[in-house]
């Protein structure tokens, strides 16, 4: 696809204007984050400000860095990469699994950190799935409540399951398939995306089976959810106020396609995975098929080390 | 009812202009006041329709047939921001900002300024939409269909309608963009004529 295509162009957005909102999300992010180091700072217990003041902080950090993320992708994807990675590292402070999917797409972790976390997930969801079985050593943590963030989970562990071995990837296969999610038709993402299209991607990656026939499944999802996003960003675009000055209550992209391209690429390999998008995929306008093609562009990376502090 | 707490964000020219509206007893007017300078009751309830907070919200710059400008400049409406943050439906979403960003994002002329004026203040939002009820504001949630996880919350907007009176505001703050790339409170102005919303309470004191 036409590099042009992939920026700012695409959204007919300028350029200075979404350089000037990355550059106000990162600032608010550091702002929120430098808040929270003040209220972490107070070594006497009953001024330290509340939990929920601190988790609001962190939320609203890691919630502003994915948003910053989702445009630096638009403009400089090695940027986009990092600053995915650190909202991820937020979210999965607060507990989110959605923070695991965030780190896995921006493909900046070392693989034995990766393992140790998903194996301490996967215990967590079969938690869940046996309705918070008792007898279990720890309550599960509230996020994971959520079918949302079960999704999450299990497209995360699904697209490194081959790399965690056969002792995760096993049972995870046989807890997705028997789940009830695998019709759930709870909105998932900015788009409201039926939950079933996620966990349905994350079977495909995990199944022994021919690639091509799960490059086909996955894109025919893409193409549904990438439907639904073109038809958001043009309902968007009608408040021209709003939209040129990149404040539409929206995504300008969407962290589930271009995620799902990314983790579906990796698994299946760039190569096959980028032919099907093509072959299936051509009939779509530009602008819909943009948060597939910044997927791919991110799976074609060379991979990051991570930064230690 | 309920008792909203929001935030204004407005670019503004300096900071005598932005302390003026503390100051003076004219609190937030809305463009259609500024623009017309007098209004009357008869024309505040020909204003506060359905048609035009559709158009507030969804089609702000828009050429209004009825006076060949853009709708914004004779908007009864003021936008204020709210956030949105609620532990459940953060789970479903991943999705939060507290109302400072957004009227940050506004008050910097859209990261144009590295300057912005926050008024917080309180309005009252009824438990339904009223548009022809003037002391209410409308939660704006239902007006679209393509708002980010619209399923589960809103986006933490408000409209207020032709005035947030000065004795709602509690105070001005000046926020600007620092060298090290954040924002910081410059100052706070606080309102010595601000009425807290307590007063509204129906909770008796025990005596």
């Known amino acids: 696809m036409d590099e042009a295509l992939l920026g700012p162009a695409a959204l007919n957005l300028s350029a200075s204007q979404l350089e000037r909102r990355l550059t106000f999300l990162r600032a608010y992010g550091r702002t929120c984050l430098r808040e929270l180091e003040e209220l972490s700072q107070f070594e006497d217990q009953a001024i330290r400000r509340s939990p929920q003041a601190r988790w609001d902080v962190q939320a609203d950090a890691a919630s502003t860095l994915s948003e910053a993320a989702q445009i630096a992708l638009l403009i400089d994807g090695e940027l986009g990469r990092r600053l995915l990675d650190d909202a991820g590292e937020l979210y999965a402070g607060l507990g989110h699994p959605f923070g695991l999917y965030l780190k896995a797409v921006a493909g900046i972790w070392h693989p034995a950190e990766y393992v140790q976390r998903v194996s301490s997930g996967f215990r967590i969801l079969e938690q869940v799935d046996a309705g918070g079985a008792a007898g279990a050593d720890q309550p599960v943590p509230r996020a994971w409540h959520s079918p949302q963030q079960q999704a999450y989970f299990v497209l995360t562990a699904a697209s490194m399951s081959r790399l965690a071995g056969s002792s995760l990837r096993w049972p995870l296969l046989k807890l997705t398939e028997s789940s009830a999610h695998r019709q759930g038709v709870a909105p998932t993402g900015a788009l409201g995306t039926p939950l079933f299209r996620l966990w349905d991607v994350a079977i495909q990656l995990l199944r022994e089976q021919n690639p091509d026939e799960a490059a086909i499944i996955i894109c025919a999802h893409l193409v549904e959810m990438s439907s639904r996003y073109v038809e958001r960003i043009r309902l968007a675009m009608v408040n021209e106020y709003l939209w040129s000055h990149v404040a539409a209550p929206v995504d300008l992209t969407s962290i589930e396609i271009s995620g799902i391209a990314v983790l579906a690429s990796r698994v299946l390999s760039p190569e096959l995975f980028s032919s099907h998008v093509e072959l299936y995929m051509a009939d779509l306008s530009p602008l819909a098929r943009m948060p597939v093609e910044l997927g791919l562009r991110i799976a074609a990376s060379p991979p990051e080390e991570p930064v230690h502090a | ?207």
């Open chain 2, 1 to 207: 009812m309920i008792v909203q707490w929001c935030v204004k964000g407005l670019h503004l020219p300096d900071d005598d202009t932005a302390r003026g509206i503390i100051d003076g007893p004219n609190g937030i007017v809305c463009n259609w006041w500024r623009d017309v300078g007098t209004i009357s009751p008869a024309g505040r309830r020909q204003r506060l329709t359905e048609g035009n907070l559709d158009r507030h919200v969804n089609h702000f710059t828009a050429t209004d047939p009825t006076t060949g400008r853009p709708f914004s400049d004779r908007s009864p409406f003021i936008s204020l921001s709210a956030g949105v943050v609620e532990r459940d439906a953060v789970a479903k979403t991943n999705y939060v900002h507290r109302a400072r960003k957004t009227a940050l994002w506004f008050a910097t002329e859209f990261g144009a300024d590295t300057t912005a004026y926050l008024y917080v203040c309180w309005v009252l939002v009824g438990p339904r939409s009223a548009v022809e009820v003037e002391a209410v504001a409308e939660e704006v949630r239902d007006l679209n269909t393509y708002r980010r996880y619209s399923e589960f919350q809103t986006e933490g907007e408000i409209a207020a309608k032709v005035i947030v009176p000065d004795n709602q505001i509690q105070q001005c703050e000046r926020w600007d963009l620092d060298p090290r790339g954040e924002f910081v409170l410059s100052w706070t102005e606080p309102n010595p004529r601000f009425t807290p919303p307590e007063l509204l309470t129906n909770i008796r004191e025990l005596i």
